[in-house]
């Protein structure tokens, strides 16, 4: 069974530019999450979509959006890069919602560095 | 204050050690994740708990609901297990994540 799939898996972007990124769930995995990590923030939650509809978004400015396709596969974009979005962006994909107890695992894809210089 | 803490932050111990790391939340939680992290970022899921205790080779992770805690206990500690290992508890609409905890086993 393949396992999620995060491209690309490193970027470099300037600032004031777009960047799309995107994420391959596990066949049958319906939840897609997306997750920023820095070292002075760690983990933080920024959106999930669910059968195509964002079911919850975290604490982001609104130049960070997403979608799901109908295959379940995610894209996120980030418009208007600033050097502060320098970060691993990381996706999850499971069963059910993630914050749920109907997943017994997550299954999280290597990540995406996006460098904004 | 954070929803969800870990302690300790950082944990070195020799090989064949026992080793606990702790997570306490201070919200209503649906469940709660213990995840591994190697260096190079990839995220390895190790346990969902809702309640009770859950084992898997020489991990153990424990939930006791009403004290909102977590421990994750592992036996035997290998170098291997080097890693930074993240509570993160589920409600609802998110995963709230803990600040993790850097283990370093040494042979």
């Known amino acids: 069974k393949a396992g999620v799939t995060q491209t690309p898996r490193y970027l470099i972007k300037t600032r004031g530019q777009q960047v799309t990124l995107s994420c391959s769930p596990i066949s049958g995995h319906r939840s897609v999450s997306w997750y920023q990590q820095t070292p002075g923030q760690g983990l933080q939650f920024l959106f999930e979509?669910?059968?195509?509809?964002?079911?919850n978004k975290g604490n982001f400015p609104g130049r960070f959006s997403g979608r799901q396709f109908s295959n379940s596969r995610s894209e996120m974009n980030v418009s208007t890069l600033e050097l502060g979005d320098s970060a691993l962006y990381l996706c999850?994909?499971?069963?059910?919602?993630?914050?749920?107890?109907?997943?017994?695992?997550?299954?999280f894809g290597s990540g995406t560095q996006l460098s904004v210089l | 204050k954070n929803e969800v803490e870990q302690s300790p932050q950082n944990l070195t111990a020799q090989e064949g050690e026992f080793i606990t790391i702790n997570c306490s939340y201070s919200?209503?939680?649906?469940?709660l994740h213990w995840l591994q992290q190697h260096p190079g970022g990839g995220i390895v899921s190790l346990f969902m708990l809702s309640s009770g205790k859950k084992k898997h080779g020489r991990l153990i992770a424990t939930i006791n609901i009403q004290e909102k805690h977590s421990s994750l206990h592992i036996t035997a500690s290998h170098p291997r297990d080097s890693a930074v290992y993240i509570c993160?508890?589920?409600?609802?609409?998110?995963?709230?994540f803990g600040t993790g905890t850097r283990l370093q086993v040494f042979p």
């Open positions: 999850a994909s499971s069963l059910g919602l993630t914050g749920t107890a109907t997943n017994e695992k997550l299954f």
């Open positions: 979509y669910f059968s195509e509809t964002q079911r």
């Open positions: 919200v209503g939680i649906s469940a």
């Open positions: 993160a508890v589920g409600r609802t609409d998110k995963l709230i």
